[in-house]
T-cell receptor, first 115, second 113 residues
């Protein structure tokens, strides 16, 4: 199961764009890149998922280069309420066997947004 | 209003006592999961279930037990064999156990007296 590497913490100010980069050098062909957000004392919440190039939704954008060994979560114009831990996961889709249920949530990136 | 619920929000356990954490979902999901989170750490998988009457051990199953008698319910029992149970416990569900998005409950914080 491909693991990921991301910065432990980042700081930003309100209104700025934040980019969090994640490395996943051992990503497999059927793996998708998925990001979750977690506020203190709450369960994680799905933000965005992608396979290649660029994916955008109402919350964030996800950029994935051609080699797929890294990805970047982009949060436009952050606010104080975006202060949270962000997890980058590599998720095998449609597979079976020992990878079932095996989502690896590392320590994530603690994003702190300042006024 | 569809979702996944956990109860209680806080739970206190005495030494040598078994306690059960509740997890219910009305999303009609086949797969359910239990995770443990320690302060400043990521989530670690305890058990997961792909379908009713079936469940598999995760990475840290020792000292825990589960059942899946109904599709909607996946209770977790923390037994006296779990020597360090103090943690934040999260239940999640997904349509299937093949990489789909997992939806998490609000969590139960377990403290040992």
């Amino acid at each position: 199961l491909a693991k990921t590497t991301q910065p432990i913490s980042m700081d930003s100010y309100e209104g700025q764009e934040v980019n969090i980069t994640c490395s996943h050098n051992n990503i497999a062909t059927n793996d998708y890149i998925t990001w979750y957000q977690q506020f203190p004392s709450q369960g994680p919440r799905f933000i965005i998922q992608g396979y290649k190039t660029k994916v955008t939704n109402e919350v964030a954008s996800l950029f994935i280069p051609a080699d797929r060994k890294s990805s970047t979560l982009s949060l436009p114009r952050v606010s104080l309420s975006d202060t949270a831990v962000y997890y980058c996961l590599v998720v095998p889709r449609g597979g079976g066997g020992s990878t079932l249920g095996r989502l690896y949530f590392g320590r994530g990136t603690q994003l702190t947004v300042w006024p | 209003d569809g979702g996944i619920t956990q109860s209680p929000k806080y739970l206190f356990r005495k030494e040598g006592q078994n306690v059960t954490l509740s997890c219910e979902q009305n999303l009609n999901h086949d797969a359910m999961y239990w995770y443990r989170q320690d302060p400043g750490q990521g989530l670690r998988l305890i058990y997961y279930s792909q379908i009713v009457n079936d469940f598999q051990k995760g990475d840290i199953a020792e000292g825990y037990s589960v059942s899946r008698e109904k599709k909607e319910s996946f209770p977790l029992t923390v037994t006296s064999a779990q020597k360090n149970p103090t943690a934040f416990y999260l239940c999640a569900s997904s349509i299937r156990a093949t990489g789909e998005t997992q939806y998490f409950g609000p969590g139960t914080r377990l403290l040992v007296l």
